[in-house]
């Protein structure tokens, strides 16, 4: 891993209209991988209800993006994770998952919940590797295969 330097994180809303451009990229990835399945996916990744989103740049240009919003008084769920292809694997994600947690905090909430899919080994290797234990597949992701859902307790001392 390469990690590219100046990176800057900018906190916006779902009516970002770079965060909209890259959202647009994740859904066609997501089709890709998810076939048949996908459409069923979709229905949960409406964007009307996220108001926490944040945008990794390089100078000028959008690398990738992430969001969260309250699942429960004291829990984020976190979603629209994506990065560009040419920029994984260069601590982008991890970054920006990393400011969202901060965010969450700052805000008052003490864990953070999130679904990704077995297709995604990048995303269940990323959210491992940043404490995320795996858990029973919550709300409308229980007794879906190929779910995979994650928790982690939120302390004011992450790194």
Avoid at 16 to 28: A, C, R, W
Avoid at 50 to 67: K, L, T
Avoid at 71 to 88: A, C, P, Q
Avoid at 106 to 129: R, V, W
Wanted: charged letters at 25%; proline letters at 3%; a neutral charge.
């Amino acid at each position: 891993m390469t990690p590219i330097q100046n990176i800057k994180i900018q906190r916006s809303n779902s009516s970002n209209l770079d965060f909209l451009s890259l959202v647009k990229l994740l859904d066609i990835d997501l089709a890709i991988r998810d076939g048949a399945d996908h459409s069923f996916y979709a229905q949960y990744n409406k964007l009307d209800k996220i108001n926490h989103v944040v945008i990794a740049y390089v100078g000028q240009i959008p690398m990738g993006c992430g969001a969260f919003k309250e699942y429960e008084k004291d829990k984020v769920e976190i979603k629209r994770m994506y990065v560009l292809e040419n920029y994984r694997n260069k601590g982008i994600a991890g970054l920006i998952l990393h400011s969202l947690e901060q965010w969450a905090i700052e805000l008052g909430y003490s864990s953070a919940i999130l679904e990704t899919g077995l297709m995604q080994p990048e995303a269940i290797g990323l959210y491992k590797k940043s404490g995320y234990d795996n858990i029973p597949n919550y709300g409308q992701y229980a007794g879906i295969e190929n779910s995979v859902c994650f928790h982690k307790i939120l302390t004011k001392d992450l790194k």
